[in-house]
């Protein structure tokens, strides 16, 4: 089953209540909340304050993505504002299954991101404990960029990985999922994807939602 997480890295900031709404009635499975610090990558989006608010618009999953230096001090704020997943860069933990557990134990399902250029067995001793693989199939920073070709074959390694583990864990990507490059990833294995500027310029995101999924 193919789920679907729209980037609201894409929605209109003044509106997102009624954009993740919007989302939310054309059938998606979850909410992408890309946070970012400014120093972990170059832009700054929002914090657990507008996902405490966004919390009383929807009863959507909320997939969030810390794109922060030291998320460690910031999880707890996270999980409290309503966040139902939260995940971590690798490259930005310096104890990395300390942190999964951490979150965990605040009552959220926990994920990793790995960067285009960061290999696999970056994961490999946390696959027992997390919930969520996500390949970023692009460098983190900016919506509306170009899919890095080679992480479809990163995604299909990453696939095989999951399944030796025997675990249930998600395999998401995010960064260039569109109409055009979907199949690529779904063939790969893929089973959570995120989409920002695609689904957000769709005139019918319910069409553009079920094109996503193959149906
Ligand atoms: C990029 C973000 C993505 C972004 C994807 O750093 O993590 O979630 O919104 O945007 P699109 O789907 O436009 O590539
Ligand atoms: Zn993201």
Redesign the pocket.
């Known amino acids: 089953m193919i789920k679907i997480s729209p980037?609201m890295?894409?929605s209109n900031f003044c509106a997102m209540g009624a954009d993740a709404k919007k989302m939310e009635i054309a059938g998606a499975d979850m909410l992408?909340l890309?946070i970012?610090d400014g120093t972990y990558?170059p832009k700054i989006t929002f914090g657990s304050d507008i996902i405490a608010a966004l919390r009383k618009e929807t009863g959507l999953f909320f997939d969030v993505?810390l794109?922060i230096q030291h998320p460690e001090n910031h999880i707890a704020d996270f999980a409290k504002a309503g966040a139902d997943l939260i995940t971590v860069h690798a490259e930005a933990a310096g104890h990395l299954q300390r942190l999964v557990c951490a979150i965990k134990e605040l009552g959220c399902k926990a994920g990793v991101a790995l960067n285009p250029a960061t290999p696999l067995d970056t994961v490999k001793w946390v696959l027992d404990d997390i919930d969520l693989l996500l390949i970023?199939t692009?460098?983190?920073?900016?919506?509306?960029?170009k899919l890095i070709p080679q992480t479809i074959r990163k995604t299909a390694e990453a696939y095989e990985m999951i399944k030796a583990s025997g675990r249930d864990i998600m395999l998401e990507v995010?960064?260039?999922?569109?109409d055009k490059t979907v199949h690529m990833f779904r063939e790969a294995g893929a089973n959570v994807l995120?989409?920002?500027?695609?689904?957000f310029a769709a005139e019918d995101p319910k069409a553009a939602m079920k094109l996503l999924r193959g149906e």
């Open positions: 980037s890295l894409s992408h890309d970012m990558v993505h794109m970023m692009v460098n983190p920073g900016y919506g509306g960029q995010d960064g260039g999922v569109n995120v989409s920002g500027s695609y689904l």
